[in-house]
Nanobody, 123 residues
Framework: QVQVVESGGGLVQTGGSLRLSCTAS????????VGWFRQAPGKEREGVSC????????YYADSVKGRFTISRDNAKNTVYLQMNSLKPEDTAMYYC????????????????WGQGTQVTVSS
């Protein structure tokens, strides 16, 4: 049974940093691409970043380019999202998703989802 668990969210001031972690079990982790998504109240879920099987390729939403960095450690079955220079508009529930063939920042490309971790950026 595949499980995806996010952690690392919290409350931070504008300009601060957080590192989110996404750990998966029940799968051969390096056979899966992973994406980070977020959803703020009243808004649609949007793609933030995604990373390829070995971490050689990554994409970012324009809104986070230059501020967020995605990485993965396949030995730990974990993908990280380092978030710097946080803004109030980054406030959202952040979700991690994994898929063997899905790719990109469309949420419907991924089959396995975590429950999310809340990120709140105060102004």
């Amino acid at each position: 049974q595949v499980q995806v668990v996010e952690s690392g969210g919290g409350l931070v001031q504008t300009g601060g940093s957080l590192r989110l972690s996404c750990t998966a079990s029940g799968l051969t982790f390096d056979d899966y691409r992973v994406g980070w998504f977020r959803q703020a109240p009243g808004k649609e879920r949007e793609g933030v970043s995604c990373i390829s099987y070995r971490g050689k390729t990554a994409y970012y939403a324009d809104s986070v380019k230059g501020r967020f960095t995605i990485s993965r450690d396949n030995a730990k079955n974990t993908v990280y999202l380092q978030m710097n220079s946080l803004k109030p508009e980054d406030t959202a529930m952040y979700y991690c998703a994994a898929d063997r063939t899905g790719w990109g920042l469309r949420w419907d490309a991924y089959n396995y989802w975590g429950q999310g971790t809340q990120v709140t950026v105060s102004s």
